[in-house]
């Protein structure tokens, strides 16, 4: 194959997998405007139903734009050798082959965020603030933005040293160690998430004492979940959007409800939502997704561990041999077909989890008020009760309001 042929390849899977979003996108205006079926006809009424149509728009025309933007940025760069010509200045730089790279992919990340920055102002203080769901200030938004550029830089920064000096130093293993390191550091933070990230982000607290902590508690003593794993945290500070989530491994589980949520439920459909987290607890689904993701992280490895030492890949972008952050770069987008392939997996696999999570809640009673939790919070969202059945299959990670109320009410 010459270096052309692999860029007319690496071309058409950049326009093909944005023709394919576009075309979901598409797919997913198109069904909004379908009746609400009879089972969810009392989610809105129909002043709230217009709300959440304009809503949705909103969010699609945003997210229209925002993906036209980039697909025209990164295709200049693409046609017009733009990374080849970044890839020239650093390494005029003449630093070592480990700091060329992360120069070259910090410039990357720096430019792609500046980018990003004014559309992600525009959805928090623009799109959201006009449906009544943000409460981010704006010493928030600038707090979160420089934590989140730290963490990037310490973490992101000293996980990337790791993997580049590896293939720097020890090409025919690289894809086995920089799995491996890869490994361990996911599964540590998986353990360790709400202790380091969510701190930094968030306070979490001890369920208050009260008549939901004896509820909580009776349920948890039925099941045999400890108490002292249940924690509210202060959403609010960013949304009124509500939720609630399971963390962890190991001796590190925990159940999060977020403040909104315990404001707008009430102690039965909290209750629910809280058997629903178990649910997954007691189905052990994040460990199985754990395992799941490290073996398909070794496909990735393995295959990149291909496409890194070969200069064809190089050449296809207009450089002249092959370098980690260049390759990487190439290997990116060659990957995204099959990157594709298994997130829609990953989400079939996702909503079986959420059905059984349900499933668990329904089987301790909870049936009822778990449905009209769901109800509560779909309406509370806005969000979209008829999506498109493809747009579902590819891109949800839960079933539909639908899907999960007739399942509940069989
Ligand atoms: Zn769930």
Partial sequence: MTPHTLFLIILTIYIADFVFGRYLSWLNIRSSKNPIPAELSGIYDSERYHKQQQYFRANSRFGMTVSSFSFVVIMAMLLFGGFASINDIVQSWSLSAVWTSIAFLGILYIANDLIELPFDIYDT???????GFN?????TFVLDRLKGYLLTAIIGGALLYAVIYIYNAIPQYFWILAWAVVSVFGLFMSVFYSDIIVPIFNKQKPLADGELRRSIEQFADRVGFSLKNIYTID??????????YFSGMFGKKRIVLYDTLIEKLSTEEIVAVLAHEIGHYKHRHTMKSMVISL???????????IVLGNDIFARALGCTSASFHINILVFGILYSPISTVLGV????LSRKFEYQADGFAKQYGYGAALVSALGRLSSDSLSNLTPHRLVVFTEYSHPTLYQRIKELNK
Avoid at 296 to 304: I, Q, R, T, Y
């Fill in 235 to 244: 959403g609010s500070k960013r949304s009124t959007k509500a939720n609630a």
């Fill in 125 to 131: 203080f623009v799109i959201e603030q006009r449906f």
């Fill in 135 to 139: 409460k981010t200030t704006a010493g």
């Fill in 345 to 348: 997996s990953m989400n079939v």
């Fill in 295 to 305: 073996l398909s992280n070794l496909l990735l490895f393995w295959l990149l561990g």
